[in-house]
């Protein structure tokens, strides 16, 4: 019989009424079930939270990072263990997966050094009037309250530690809703916290349906900040319910790889190909289209299909690159954009073959501007090449797509590609290289419908803590 697994709240696991079972995407397999909640089991773990945040602000930096360092090493030596349920529970290539659960153990250790960094400020006064020159401002940064922290399926417990780990470092309690489909490893991720010794209702966990607690865990008064990854449209209605609490939104991404005519093409290919089909391009921030000039598009078009020849195609276990999608609702709408280029008379350089949810990866020239695949975001393993004669069409094209989240310049004229990275509506540019998420001390953003706030752990960390002014006049001595 597949394991029952509980939700952690206040120093307990516990079950539900109800349960939901979670199935691996690649071969129905049963992986177990997880609790499904009611809104009074919400209400629960909102007033555990609540009642241990006093006590886990008022402990130091260092205290609390003892925790999260505790938690990390539990993780690095759990690493195989939980990325082979992960590996399973998301279709993820088994490789893969352990390097997630290994980089969400290096974060939380990061964080942890992070928040010891630290730092608040002494402001004098008279910069004004000369009335103001015997006031003194401390400036603190203080925890926002009670988080709620909400992570994707494609990366449920990397996604899930870059949430948690700051707003724990920074005296936020934390209540986590990994994806459904996903929500065991994030569960094994709270396990990490538990034998670390986290106390009781610093750190909860909520699994439900979306129908019955979806909204209802976001529109809670006693949330105090949101942070969400995942897609536009429900990132949006998030935002909406959050009202006037702050919220931290990653969400879509239509990522252009722009490629000019002095680009080193053997490594323009080599990048475009990683960056678009590694975990089955299900990343927000894949390569998702091409915009190459005109002059060199034959021979890049020719690298780039070869290189996808060579891409391992199979099962997680197998730590194929490309694996089955993460259910048949997105198999079927990325067949949709493929049917779409087809009919609109794009030209397939790849074979189409499709295996149930398992898309095999696709790639298209002489796409246009009118079709789907321009401008829709597809989770999955197609790439289109867009032909442009000129930057100023390169750029028009990127910044008329709804999102902005990264970008990518391929040229060897560094200056020029400033230039163009200045002109592009996105969060990040990355210069002869694949969009990325990037090192977790860089900052994260998406601009439009990418999302909202500033991630990163540093930038998480000052997100989810909020600045404290006390002023004081000095006497005259």
Not at 19 to 28: E, K
Not at 84 to 103: T, Y
Not at 171 to 184: E, L, M, R
Not at 202 to 220: F, K, P
Request: with cysteine.
């Amino acid at each position: 019989m597949a394991k029952q697994y509980k939700n952690y709240v206040n120093g307990e696991w516990k079950t539900s009424e109800n349960s939901i079972t979670i199935y691996a995407p690649a071969n129905g397999e049963e992986l177990g079930s997880v609790p499904a909640m009611s809104q009074a089991e919400v209400d629960e773990v909102y007033a555990a939270a609540k009642a241990a945040l006093p006590a886990w602000r008022a402990l130091s930096y260092a205290e609390r990072a003892a925790y999260l360092h505790k938690a990390a090493d539990i993780l690095e030596r759990d690493a195989e263990k939980i990325g082979q349920v992960l590996s399973k529970e998301i279709s993820k290539g088994l490789k893969s997966a352990i390097g997630e659960v290994v980089r969400t153990a290096e974060i939380i250790h990061y964080a942890a050094e992070e928040g010891l960094r630290l730092e608040g400020e002494v402001l004098e006064g008279g910069a004004f009037d000369a009335g103001s020159k015997k006031k003194i401002a401390v400036v603190r940064r203080e925890p926002v309250g009670l988080v709620l922290a909400i992570s994707p399926f494609n990366y449920p417990v990397n996604l899930a530690g870059s949430k948690i780990a700051p707003a724990l470092i920074a005296g936020d309690v934390v209540a986590f809703k990994p994806p459904t489909q996903g929500s065991i490893s994030g569960l094994l991720l709270v396990e990490a916290f538990v034998e670390a010794g986290i106390p009781a209702g610093v750190l909860n966990s909520i699994t439900g349906r979306g129908s019955v607690i979806g909204d209802y865990i976001v529109e809670h008064k006693a949330v105090d900040f949101i942070n969400f990854t995942g897609s536009t449209p429900v990132g949006e209605n998030i935002g909406r319910l959050a009202a006037m609490r702050p919220v931290m939104l990653e969400l879509g991404g239509k990522d252009a790889a722009i490629v000019l005519e002095d680009a080193d093409l053997d490594l323009t290919a080599k990048n475009i190909v990683a960056g678009a089909f590694d975990y089955s391009g299900q990343r927000c921030t894949a390569i998702k289209r091409v915009l190459v000039m005109d002059s060199v598009a034959d021979e890049l078009v020719e690298k780039v299909t070869a290189l996808v020849g060579n891409i391992t195609v199979g099962m997680p276990e197998e730590s194929a690159s490309v694996t089955p999608l993460i259910d048949t609702k997105a198999a079927d709408f990325v067949q949709g954009l493929i049917d779409d280029a087809v009919e609109q008379g794009a030209t397939a350089k790849t074979e189409l073959k499709r295996e149930g949810n398992l898309i095999y990866p696709a790639v298209f020239d002489h796409v246009t501007t009118d079709m789907r695949l321009a401008w829709e975001e597809p989770f999955g393993p197609v790439l289109p090449f867009i032909r442009v004669s000129s930057v100023e069409e390169a750029i028009k094209i990127s910044n008329e797509s709804e999102f902005g989240l990264q970008g990518a310049v391929f040229t060897q004229d560094y200056p020029r590609a400033f230039a163009i990275a200045e002109q592009l509506e996105v969060g990040t540019v990355h210069i002869n290289n694949k969009t990325q998420r990037g090192t977790d001390n860089f900052p994260f953003l998406g601009v439009k419908g990418s999302g909202a706030g500033t991630q990163g752990v540093k930038y998480s960390i000052e997100a989810m803590t909020r600045v404290k002014s006390t002023v004081f006049d000095i006497s005259d001595y």
